[in-house]
């Protein structure tokens, strides 16, 4: 099993910037590619930025260009930098992280991190 703790979310000012952290511990040798989702209230939880094992990334438009994906897989851990915040990032922030056993794929989350931009 893997097991996901998020940490570094906060209350920022909007065109601020944060770090997420997504430590991982467990069975992290069975992890490839891990991401970053937020769900803001009402709405449905979409992905923000994937990284695959290899380092390869991909985000959604809405952050392009602001915020970077990054992971140190010897310290099991997923980062998430995040400029110029906006009031429209606000959300709860889950790391995500995909691993295989035994030929079987498994979908692990962590409990999530408040986000929160004021105007």
């Known amino acids: 099993q893997v097991q996901l703790v998020e940490s570094g979310g906060g209350l920022v000012q909007a065109g601020g910037s944060l770090t997420l952290s997504c430590a991982a511990s467990g069975s992290t040798f069975s992890i490839n590619g891990m991401g970053w989702y937020r769900q803001a209230p009402g709405k449905q939880r979409d992905l923000v930025a994937a990284?695959?094992?290899?380092?390869?990334?991909n985000y959604s438009d809405s952050v392009k260009g602001r915020f970077s994906i990054s992971r140190d897989n010897a310290k099991s851990t997923l980062y998430l930098q995040m400029n110029s915040l906006k009031p429209e990032d606000t959300a709860v922030y889950f790391c995500k992280a995909d691993s295989e056993r035994w030929g079987i794929a498994f979908a692990h989350w962590g409990q999530g991190t408040q986000v929160t931009v004021s105007s």
């Open positions: 990284i695959s094992r290899a380092g390869g990334t």
